[in-house]
């Protein structure tokens, strides 16, 4: 299991675009990754859950990945929210 935290930077939080690119992201692996916020958890692969987060700017995300390719997921993840949020 991997995990990190990330404080989202993007001045509107994670709305629509940024989830989507989360999403996206997540989907290229078959490890099971999670976004958790103030005792919430969303499945990064559903841009519905992961935008119900409301994760604003400010907010401090965890990331939890889990499975086969985990640290290339963290690795892309890490990269895509460093660049996106």
Request: net charge positive.
């Amino acid at each position: 299991m991997k995990k990190f935290s990330y404080t989202i930077a993007d001045p509107a939080g994670i709305h629509a675009r940024p989830a989507g690119f989360i999403v996206k992201e997540a989907s290229k692996y078959g490890s099971d990754v999670r976004i958790d916020l103030g005792g919430r958890s969303a499945d990064a692969k559903k841009i519905f859950s992961v935008m119900s987060l409301g994760a604003k700017c400010g907010d401090e995300i965890t990331v939890i990945i889990s499975g086969r390719d985990e640290e290339r997921a963290e690795d892309g993840i890490k990269s895509l929210m460093a660049e996106k949020l």
